[in-house]
């Protein structure tokens, strides 16, 4: 049961996070790479996640996925729900340099669940995951859950 639960809010969490496309729908134009890059080594965590998804993609820099892990990394570390989605996401598709690790894809996956209290079973049906990811049940997540 606790697997078909796992696997039923992945599904859920993949249309919050659906790929890693830009956080603000790609229509403003994007903030020149060095100006993010100083932000994201200050700590701003969005920013982090926002250079680790340029690395990712190759948007505006050469692509490199192992750059975008680093990236990630501090935020997801630090308990931010998208950071660990897309951490897990590169673990469980594979990419250049990373093998495919269900295992550390799932250990991701499970710490986005479980910070937000998504293992709840009983409460499951009480709970809607938002299109829109911003906080969870704490504020350094990035999915929104509330009750509907």
């Known amino acids: 049961m606790k697997r078909i639960v796992i696997g039923f809010v992945i599904a859920l969490l993949s249309q919050a996070f659906a790929s ?31 250079i680790g998804i340029r690395y990712q993609t190759g948007e505006g820099v050469a692509r490199d996925v192992l750059k975008a892990i680093g990236w990630y990394r501090g935020p997801a570390e630090k308990g931010n729900a998208k950071a660990q989605f897309l951490l897990g996401t590169i673990y469980f598709n594979g990419a250049e340099g990373v093998r495919q690790n269900y295992a550390e894809a799932l250990r991701w996956y499970r710490r986005v669940i479980a910070g937000c209290g998504l293992l709840r079973v009983p409460e499951m049906g009480r709970h809607k995951i938002s299109s829109a990811p911003s906080t969870c049940a704490h504020s350094a997540s990035g999915v929104t859950i509330g009750k509907r």
């Not at 134009?29 to 200050?42: D, H, M, S, T, Y």
């Open 20 to 50: 890693p496309a830009r956080a603000d729908g790609a229509s403003a134009p994007l903030q020149p790479f060095e100006q993010v890059l100083e932000r994201a080594e200050k700590g701003d965590v969005e920013a982090e996640i926002d």
